[in-house]
């Protein structure tokens, strides 16, 4: 099932902003137009009780209050940071919008997370689409993109990505929602348990840019066995797997208190953990956890890391799906 709930709000210039809900197997999610917003994500436990697992609010106030974190959106155009907000494509150098420091973080100041996207029913869930003019936060080309919410028969969320280009760009998009498998009321995800297949990770600088690649072994990187979460953790971690045609899972999160399980699948080559330490009102530091499916920060300017260029004739694809269980 997949139709327009209701009118969520409206913005200050009269766009009005949609939620759409979807339901199967037991499981009920809610999407935004505003952001491609992943509001709620309602999941069984053992005892079959359904609560809410992702952090967010419940009015589009509440999100326009609190812009910054990136509860449940979609980030783009390019998801993490590019260093000094600058790379040079084709031998021809682009300045982007500078919001992270001197780095343009998931996008920039206006990126897709705060923009309403045009939203059609699919069987078993929703399309947001939108084009996002050349030019756009310093990034080139007019890029034509959607993202496709839907629910497997199993009560999976599946979110593919598809966009194309007139002129040669870059773009990495992301889910960003944070997850509290106990329910965002009920405190730190630090306790939870973590599983990543990744051997080796993107160290970072002072300003979160990756340094280089490096194995997990003997550090606290290393989430190859599941382990708690712990904190302090805003970091890229290179999947074995690679880049892949087909989702492949790659880490499972796992919450003792509840039992509630929750896997992560993707075509993509890296995931970013984000412990959320500094989260503020009205959560607090390590309510949530966030799992971010992605190719590596600052690719377009480590000619070492894959490729995140996109060309005219081409189409970006990405998915990730997010399955949910329990166990005891």
């Known amino acids: 099932m997949a139709h327009i709930n209701e009118l969520f709000g409206t913005l200050s210039d009269g766009t009005p902003v949609h939620r759409w809900t979807l339901e199967r197997a037991g499981v009920r999610v809610r999407v935004l137009s505003y952001g491609g917003i992943v509001q709620s994500v309602e999941v069984p436990d053992l005892a079959g009780r359904l609560v809410d697992v992702v952090l967010g609010f419940p009015d589009l106030a509440g999100y326009l209050a609190h812009p910054e974190p990136y509860f449940g959106a ?3 155009r390019y998801a993490n940071r590019i260093a000094g907000g600058a790379f040079v494509l084709d031998g021809r150098a682009y300045r982007l919008a500078r919001n992270n420091g001197p780095n343009c973080l998931h996008g920039g100041v206006h990126g897709f997370d705060k923009r309403v996207w045009d939203a059609e029913p699919v069987e078993h869930g929703v399309r947001l689409s939108l084009v996002s003019p050349d030019g756009e936060e310093g ?10 919410y839907t629910l497997d028969a199993d009560g999976a969320l599946r979110i593919a990505y598809e966009a194309v280009t007139d002129a040669p760009t870059v773009i990495n998009l992301t889910n960003h929602t944070y997850w509290n498998l106990s329910g965002p009321a009920s405190g730190s995800t630090g306790g939870h348990a973590l599983r990543i297949d990744a051997s080796r990770y993107t160290p970072v600088d002072a300003d979160l840019i990756p340094t280089g690649v490096e194995p997990v072994a003997d550090s606290r990187f290393d989430f190859r066995t599941e382990r708690k979460v712990g904190v302090e953790y805003d970091h890229n971690f290179v999947l074995d797997k690679g880049r892949t045609e087909g989702s492949v899972e790659v880490a499972e999160l796992y ?8 896997t992560v699948a993707t075509t993509e080559p890296g995931i970013q953990l984000y412990t959320a330490d500094h989260l503020g009102e009205p959560f ?4 949530g956890v966030a799992l971010e499916t992605q190719h590596f920060p600052d690719s377009p300017n480590r000619p070492g890391f894959p490729s995140t260029e996109l060309r005219p004739g081409g189409t970006y694809r990405s998915e990730t799906v997010y399955g949910f269980g329990v166990r005891e």
């Open 74 to 76: 979609l980030v783009g």
């Open 139 to 148: 990034f080139p080309g007019r890029l034509e993109l959607s993202a496709t």
């Open 284 to 287: 607090g530091p390590g309510h």
């Open 255 to 262: 919450d003792p208190a509840s039992g509630r399980v929750l």
